[in-house]
């Protein structure tokens, strides 16, 4: 029996779906629990179904095919959209789109990572970071704002004070969701042995080892988008760029340490070593925050936790 493959374009209201296959009429499904249950359940078992992520729209479809027994991919827009652009697409609709994302996982699927539901642990600890880099973000934004205006002084150090309140008090919602799991709270004290990774950036790099079983240290590299892209073509030898395709607030917490681990014993040597060859300072630091990751990875995958003099016997 063929294999069907089903893309899905989501909205808030409704899911429009779509085959790579012929004698699938593409169509619309409210994206509801008990409709979107009632149409995977007409789908031949076997079949395999492609959505884009979205905010929260695609996670209901996601959790209830995974449920029953459909093998989903979650797709990265930036993926499609650069896919459609290679095939030609000439038209962007609802309809347009699921029939590309059918296409796309019926022609790529032998090299994309099948979904698996976060538990309610892991997504709360996903949840409760993006709110606090939002927080962060709007108490930096309101910082540059209100800076030069002295008349305004006392109002923006009272709003910048709320602002550190209920970040403080994110941060504690976090930590009594971690303790509230052994294994979880293990894993963060675990990777805080890194020097330089706290109660922030242990939380982010746990969830994310936890959630997926990556391979190797290079394959949690080029999840965070710290893997280099290269950019040859005959004798020329272009300049490498991150790819920056994973979750970018990891990504800034990671770079955090980086800068705080410049002034420890442990990784400062590093990090002046580079800047010696001729390293920008943030070229040295992204290094830097690559190696605090890959460790991480080595301390999640065997157990173990961090040993400095590793490190120094590595630069002799």
């Known amino acids: 029996m063929q294999t069907l493959h089903i893309g899905v374009d989501v909205a808030k209201k409704e899911v429009v779906v779509a085959s790579a296959e012929g004698g699938f009429v593409p169509h619309a499904v409210a994206n509801e629990r008990s409709a979107l249950k009632r149409w995977l359940r007409s789908l031949p078992s076997g079949a395999r179904i492609g959505v884009e992520a979205t905010s929260h729209y695609h996670l209901c479809l996601a959790d209830l095919a995974h449920a029953l027994g459909f093998t989903v991919y979650v797709l990265n827009p930036r993926e499609t959209r650069h896919y459609a652009r290679a095939v030609g697409a000439r038209a962007k609709t609802d309809r347009v789109d699921a029939e590309l994302i059918a296409r796309f996982i019926a022609h790529e699927q032998a090299r994309?990572?099948?979904?698996?539901?976060?538990?309610?642990?892991?997504?709360?600890?996903?949840?409760?970071?993006?709110?606090?880099?939002?927080?962060?973000?709007?108490?930096?934004?309101?910082?540059?704002?209100?800076?030069?205006?002295?008349?305004?002084?006392?109002?923006?150090?009272?709003?910048?004070?709320r602002f550190d309140v209920l970040i403080a008090r994110l941060d504690e919602m976090l930590q009594t969701r971690i303790a509230s799991e052994p294994a979880k709270y293990q894993t963060q004290q675990r990777l805080q042995s890194i020097v330089s990774v706290g109660p922030l950036v242990s939380a982010g790099l746990g969830n994310a080892l936890d959630r997926v079983p990556f391979r190797s240290a290079d394959a949690f590299v080029a999840f965070l988008g710290w893997d280099p892209r290269a950019c040859d073509s005959g004798e020329r030898s272009g300049k490498r760029r991150l790819s920056k395709r994973g979750p970018a607030e990891l990504r800034r917490l990671l770079f955090n340490a980086a800068m705080s681990g410049v002034k420890t014993k442990a990784w400062g040597p590093i990090y002046q070593r580079y800047r010696a060859r001729g390293l920008s300072s943030t070229e040295a630091l992204v290094i830097l925050a690559r190696k605090i990751a890959r460790t991480a990875w080595s301390l999640h995958r065997h157990g173990t936790t961090f040993d400095p003099q590793r490190i120094t016997q590595a630069l002799t």
Request: proline content about 6%.
């Open 112 to 161: 994309l990572l099948p979904y698996r539901p976060a538990t309610e642990t892991e997504r709360a600890i996903d949840q409760l970071l993006r709110r606090r880099a939002k927080l962060t973000a709007l108490k930096g934004a309101l910082t540059m704002t209100l800076r030069g205006l002295p008349a305004l002084k006392a109002e923006a150090t009272a709003l910048t004070k």
